[in-house]
């Protein structure tokens, strides 16, 4: 009877010392396991502001340079691609197939004289076709009067395709030196700091500094962009008057060819 009490005993014994070495283990895992989430957790927001995407940083840079000249610089960017976007379209527009408008003008007044001629004008949209127009229409007073109206009414197209070009270029000026003069202000505001508080300490401008350096760059950035959208709506307008001058001694040519 003795030895089975004992038995018991010794059972329970290491029964509850087996239960509390499992449940110190389960324990210890659960540490483990939540001291590697918790680096992984750490880890992961180490490395969240590193995969912030270049329009974010954008966003922020432009917030942190404040409202005052930024929102200045900003409505510089929307107003010159507003412009420039509407220049595009009607410079698109504009283009004109010059070698097949004169071979359809060049048929139609051998078919049907200058009426016929002109007609193709009217269904052909460009400004060549317009100028085109104007010296069919002075063609009966004589090639010298039609050569005349071709070089006024070119003129008056010319002007039609460079309307509102001086306003981007304007911009492309004005962005840039908005974004000098936050510069300058921030710097004198950094100064102020400086002189209020009697002593130069780096936490005292270095925000400010910032700030107005902030401001230079967006400006750069808007002009950067405006020039380029600039740029490519001067060649398209040139490339457009030299069809319009090709054009029209074409049409003179014509003109005389068809008197005799």
Not at 150 to 167: D, I, P, R, T
Not at 226 to 235: D, E, K
Request: overall charge negative.
């Amino acid at each position: 009877m003795k030895k089975i009490l004992t038995l018991s005993v010794l059972c329970s014994f290491f029964l509850l010392i087996g239960q509390v070495s499992f449940a110190s283990f389960v324990q210890d895992q659960e540490t483990v396991e939540a001291t590697e989430s918790m680096q992984e957790m750490e880890q992961t927001v180490a490395e969240e502001p590193q995969s912030v995407g270049f329009t974010q940083e954008l966003k922020n840079r432009f917030i942190e340079g404040g409202p005052g000249f930024m929102g200045i610089v900003l409505a510089c960017l929307i107003l010159g691609l507003a412009i420039a976007i509407e220049r595009i379209i009607y410079l698109n527009f504009a283009t004109t197939n010059t070698d097949k408008l004169t071979s359809d003008v060049e048929e139609a007044l051998k078919s049907g004289g200058v009426n016929a001629a002109k007609e193709v004008c009217k269904n052909t949209p460009g400004p060549v076709a317009s100028i085109f127009f104007q010296g069919l229409d002075r063609a009966g007073e004589g090639v010298e009067s039609a050569e005349k109206a071709v070089v006024a009414y070119g003129g008056v197209q010319m002007g039609q395709l460079e309307k509102n070009v001086s306003w981007i270029s304007l911009f492309i000026a004005l962005a840039p030196m908005l974004g000098f003069m936050g510069t300058v202000i921030g710097m004198i505001q950094a100064f102020d700091k400086i002189q209020a508080a009697g002593d130069m300490q780096p936490s005292l401008v270095a925000g400010g500094i910032k700030v107005a350096l902030l401001t230079t760059v967006f400006g750069l950035i808007v002009a950067i962009i405006l020039q380029i959208f600039y740029n490519y709506i001067v060649s398209k307008i040139d490339s457009i008057v030299n069809d319009m001058e090709d054009a029209s001694i074409t049409l003179i040519d014509i003109l005389v060819s068809h008197k005799k």
